[in-house]
């Protein structure tokens, strides 16, 4: 029997190549979506994460080459980004245009310390405990502390979460690594070496410590799903998404928040989010930070399915660099495919961070929170369908903000704890 020179030449490279790790794959690149269901492609690539028409590995450029030559299709896996506008002031570096980000710039608070017991142990304090987001959610200058949540999950999709810190440490249920280069997932681990997670963690359900001198979020009793997304540069591969927002509702997850975005359609992030909102999560994403360009929602907020929540300054203004949807074109009083859905605190923010202490940030990553544990909060257990139910009673609860009626700017409105 003739053996064609070619596959000759194609099955040496398989022996030589295909089963050689690829090292030093990182969330900028080396990850691919083979479009094939067939055992070989899978044994000789090894697989990541398996999907129904496909699969993910981390493949060099030769493994690429050679699947393209075999005629099975490849393409790079999509990566998003989180969304929060600027860093802190000791991490801020300058953009690939060679000038400092646009957005209001954050700080790191001057934090209070006590020192207790012969350790020495370090107790860093908030500058106030219920800061003006809170305030402005539950309605109240005033408030003292926050409450909520109580046997409600909350999956926080994103570069994981200090589960040690003092406001934090009692609030998280899981804690799962899907960034791993050499496991698909690791449970029992979502360090945070970024520090975003932790501050949108702290914002849906900060408890102020067992000393209650820490910070409070919006809904302090609800339980953390802590999974790390997204790696330490804030690049979150859309394969390690798909397969957190699975596993979140798999694992009893009922609000999912998702502080990253992209502004083009993920198909492998569309098919996850359609199978958490058809078997009972509410999902809620921050709106992206491309405003005040019209129709500019990135991605996955941009879904129906999916809430979206642009930012609002202490003076319950949609900031300039709050992305904006396309209400004034669509059906009113009905969520459409690019609509806002609210607008929350997002310019300021004081929360929870990495290194046990707290710091601003700004961003409409930081809004999403504050609807997520506003979710949590009025968690509608007792309807038929809990996310939907929940999902009217924000709408209930939003007070409209300006222009008036359902906008491009800020959707619904603000939606706030009822007095």
């Known amino acids: 029997m003739k053996i064609n020179k070619k596959l000759c030449f194609c099955l040496l490279f398989v022996g030589i190549f295909a089963f050689l790790p690829f090292a030093g794959a990182s969330a900028d690149s080396g990850r691919y979506f083979v479009k094939s269901t067939k055992g070989f492609w899978k044994t000789a690539f090894g697989v990541r994460h398996i999907f129904d028409n496909g699969f993910s590995a981390d493949l060099s450029d030769v493994q690429v080459r050679l699947a393209r030559i075999f005629g099975v299709e490849v393409e790079p896996v999509p990566v998003l980004q989180i969304l929060p506008a600027g860093e802190p002031a000791e991490t801020l570096s300058e953009g690939s245009s060679g000038q400092p980000t646009p957005f209001p710039v954050s700080t790191k608070i001057p934090t209070s ?56 440490k009692s609030r998280i249920a899981q804690c799962k690594d899907f960034t791993n280069p050499r496991y698909p997932i690791v449970d029992g681990k979502c360090d945070d070496k970024n520090g975003h997670g932790t501050h949108v963690a702290g914002i849906i359900a900060a408890d102020a410590g067992a000393d209650k001198k820490g910070l409070y979020g919006v809904a302090p009793s609800a339980k953390i799903f802590a999974y790390k997304v997204c790696g330490t540069n804030g690049s979150c591969y859309a394969d390690d998404i798909a397969v957190g927002l699975k596993t979140a509702v ?53 879904y129906a399915s999916v809430i979206a929540v642009g930012a609002i300054n202490e003076k319950l203004e949609v900031t300039d660099w709050s992305s904006r949807g396309i209400n004034s074109l669509t059906y009113p009083n009905v969520i459409n495919d690019r609509d806002i859905e609210f607008a929350a605190p997002g310019e300021y923010i004081e929360s929870t961070w990495n290194n046990g202490g707290y710091v601003v940030l700004s961003g409409t990553s930081m809004a999403s929170p504050f609807v997520a544990g506003l979710a949590a909060k009025y968690w509608q257990a007792d309807a038929e369908n809990k996310a939907q139910a929940t999902r009217e009673s924000l709408h209930s609860l939003a007070v409209d903000l300006l222009p008036t009626g359902e906008d491009d700017y800020s959707g619904l409105g603000l939606p706030q704890v009822l007095k």
């Open 113 to 168: 310390k006590i020192t207790k017991g012969p350790a020495g142990t370090v107790r860093y304090l908030p500058s106030d405990q219920t800061p003006w987001g809170i305030e402005t959610i539950y309605n109240d200058p005033a408030i003292a502390s926050t409450s909520g949540g109580a046997g409600v999950n909350v999956a926080v999709l994103d570069t994981g979460v200090n589960v040690n810190h003092p406001d934090l």
């Open 250 to 302: 798999n694992e009893g997850a009922n609000v999912i928040n998702m502080s990253f975005g992209t502004d083009k359609d993920v198909p492998l992030i569309k098919n996850a989010v359609d199978y958490a909102a058809s078997n009972g999560a509410l999902l809620v994403a921050a709106a992206g930070n491309d405003g005040p360009f019209p129709d500019s929602i990135d991605y996955p907020a941009a």
